[in-house]
């Protein structure tokens, strides 16, 4: 008797488990073959020559210091490196301040949150076609329209090579704000009422309210949100290639765009791997860091 | 849940404010008065700094190209022929790039959302044996860099196993949004957040997991399939590199890359290219207009984090 209830209850396990992979199969199989052995392939063939994309000798390290030798790398890691700087400094915390801010706004709020969300509605190709009439150089530009009204004459914006990274995070920043301001934004929402009662009796000023109330219940979503953003933008691509093509003289030249020439203007697929595999490295201690620092805020 | 709450901020008196860092007792005090103002003050600014740059391109597509560059700068064209819009709609047959948007659009909506969501379902109600592994699989791929994009390129030139070349064909990217670990995140949060007495309820009545799915947690699960169509729709209409790469000069070349292509092209005026750059973005000002209320409900129950 029990043996057969036994019996029962194990089938109906095995059932269980059976059509609760039978439904994961077809993600299962999309995640191998876009996200997971991309990175296998990629990080085996980094050790081959290749000949189109087949393997034809091993030469172990020699496509890595093919790469890290080439002239412009230094000065692609240093330009990189100012990207995620600029992102940090302009991208990272308006979305958040701005969240506190209209969260608190009783008036015109719906307003706010519609025109903020606006740029992110526009495709980021779009976004960057757009910027980059907005910087043009003469009088047709927006920005160099405005100085012509305070009495400036006109200037030239990308071809600035000091100017050109923080140009272009100001363009990418503007696409992304409005997401990050709403995930943010429905966050704060979630924090309960009565901490801050319960804070305000305490007699927690504007300030102490936010360092002891609203920052703990944010941290978690901060950190993944700052991770998430450098990882995007160490790989920054797109815009740079779409608004000034890695110009002037390199100045704008990233990492990715570099990776991307390699690949697909040059043909050079064993040099991209290689790249790739650096900044996969470089981005993947990044990973780490966050774990490491999640399971603090956790507990 | 999700209305009550929209509604409950549909309120413009200090009087009323019970929630956030001040409250109404806060508002009565002058410095906090400040404050506010201030807070308001740099959010409107804010919102003409969003608002600017698309409003500015909307209207310079209207005039000539002597107006554009004409020495002083004016910020409204002298007249609006919306005939402009025909003319170049027709001069580079947006039509047919309109179209193959919204094919990529149709498989991506329908991969992401059918995959992604029962991927995320699996993960937070049936959990086989192991799926712990595939929940960590998909969170590390969420924050995994890639390698290039040149193994991905080499997949689709040449699919394991059944060896076809996709390269010009939308699979590709229909695939690519099939396996978005954040999607898939944003629905396991929010099934995990669906009580569990409804399973159990279902369960005692016989249902199978598949029918418990179809029955229950899709009906429940309006507000996230909005919210992930909103963002597989805008984000597959400007999904650029990709479909350059793999549907560049074919004839299924969506609006994203047409709108790269014409940056560089000579045969355009930048008047015109502005005109088709808002063109291509109003369909999405409509997709906005009319899901927008979603957005921030279904955010606030799939939150990833916190």
Redesign the interface.
């Known amino acids: 008797m029990s043996d057969k209830i036994n019996k029962r209850k194990i089938s109906s396990i095995i059932k ?6 039978a ?2 199969i ?3 199989i ?2 191998v ?7 296998l ?3 085996t ?2 050790t081959f020559r290749l000949q189109g ?1 087949t393997p034809v000798e091993f030469v172990g390290l020699k496509n890595f210091s093919d790469v890290l030798t080439d002239t412009n790398f230094i000065q692609t890691l240093k330009n990189t490196v100012a990207y995620v700087f600029w992102s940090l400094v302009i991208g990272f915390p308006l979305p958040f301040i ?1 969240a ?27 976004t960057c ?6 910087y043009m150089d ?3 530009g ?1 920005l ?2 405005m100085l ?1 009204y305070l009495g400036i004459s006109p200037m030239g914006w990308l071809s600035n090579k000091n100017m050109v990274i923080p140009l272009i995070i100001v363009a990418m920043s ?1 696409n992304t ?2 997401s990050t301001l ?2 943010y ?6 924090i309960n ?1 009565e901490l ?1 009662e319960a804070a ?1 009796l305490d007699g927690a000023g ?1 300030f102490n ?2 360092r002891f109330v ?1 920052l703990p ?2 941290k ?2 901060l950190l ?1 949100m700052l ?2 953003q450098i ?1 995007g933008v ?2 920054v ?2 815009q740079p290639l ?1 608004m000034t093509g890695g110009g002037p003289n390199n100045a704008s030249m990233s990492l990715g765009l570099t ?2 020439f ?3 203007k040059y043909g050079q ?1 064993d040099k ?2 290689a ?3 650096i ?2 490295l470089m ?2 201690v990044l ?1 780490f860091i ?1 774990f490491g620092l999640d399971k603090r805020i956790e507990e | 849940m999700v209305e009550k ?1 929209v509604k409950e ?6 009087s ?8 109404f007792s ?1 508002m009565k005090k002058i410095r ?1 008065k400040f ?2 103002a201030a ?2 003050l ?3 600014i ?2 003409l ?6 409003v ?2 909307g209207l ?1 597509g209207f005039k000539t190209v002597s107006e ?6 004016t ?1 409204l064209p002298k007249s609006f022929d919306f005939g402009k819009i025909i003319e170049v709609w027709k001069k580079v047959s947006v039509a047919r790039y309109f179209g193959n948007s919204v094919m990529l659009i149709i498989g991506c909506l329908a ?1 992401d959302i059918i ?2 969501g ?2 995320g ?2 993960l937070s109600r ?6 712990k592994i ?1 929940e960590t ?2 969170f ?16 689709f ?4 196993l059944i060896h076809v070349n996709l390269i010009g064909s939308y699979a590709p990217i229909w ?2 949004a ?2 978005n ?1 954040f999607n ?1 995140l944003l629905f396991r949060n929010f099934f995990n957040s669906i009580s569990m007495s409804y399973l159990e309820a279902a369960r005692l009545d016989g249902c ?3 029918g418990f799915f179809g029955r229950i947690i899709l009906p429940l699960s309006k507000p996230i399939i909005m919210v992930v169509a909103i963002f597989s729709i ?1 984000g597959t ?5 990709w479909p350059y ?1 793999i549907l560049g000069n074919t004839a299924k070349e969506p ?2 890359v047409m ?2 292509k014409l ?1 560089t092209s000579k045969n355009i005026q ?1 008047n015109e290219y ?1 005109l088709i ?1 808002m063109i ?2 109003i369909p ?2 409509i ?2 207009a009319f899901f ?1 209320k979603h ?2 409900g279904g ?2 129950v799939g ?4």
Not at chain 1, 185 to 190: E, R, V
Not at chain 2, 68 to 73: D, S, T
Request: one cysteine or more; proline letters at 5%; aromatic letters at 16%.
């Open positions: 269980h488990n059976a059509s609760g992979w439904l994961l077809p993600s299962l999309l995640f073959m876009i996200v997971w052995r991309p990175i392939i990629g990080i063939y980094s994309f701005c506190v801010m209209l969260n608190e706004l009783v008036h015109m709020q719906g307003y706010f949150k519609v025109t903020t969300y606006l740029p992110v509605i526009i495709p980021s190709i779009a076609l757009i910027w980059r009439l907005v003469g009088e047709g927006l160099n329209m012509y503007w704000f409005g709403i995930m934004f429905a966050s704060l929402q979630g009422q801050y305000r504007f309210r936010i609203l219940h944010m978690g979503m993944l991770i998430r990882i160490f790989n691509t797109e779409t990776n991307y390699y690949a697909f697929y991209s791997l790249l790739g595999v900044t996969f981005l993947l990973t966050y | 709450s901020k549909r309120i413009s008196r200090f009323d404010k019970t929630s956030g860092l001040l409250n806060d906090f404050l506010y807070m308001f740099i959010m409107f804010i919102s700094v969003c608002l600017v740059p698309t500015w391109v310079s554009m560059y004409a020495v002083p700068p910020l991969t995959i992604n029962l991927t379902y699996v049936l959990k086989p044996m192991g799926s595939m699989a998909v590390w791929s969420m924050l995994l860099p890639g390698i290039s994009m040149v193994p991905l390129y080499m997949t030139v040449d699919v394991p695939f690519m099939g396996a670990a898939v199978t997991d598949i805008t209409w400007g999904n650029f590199m790469l609006i994203a709108l790269y940056s930048d502005m750059m291509s973005i999405m000002i997709v906005y927008s957005i921030i955010l606030t939150g990833v984090k916190g």
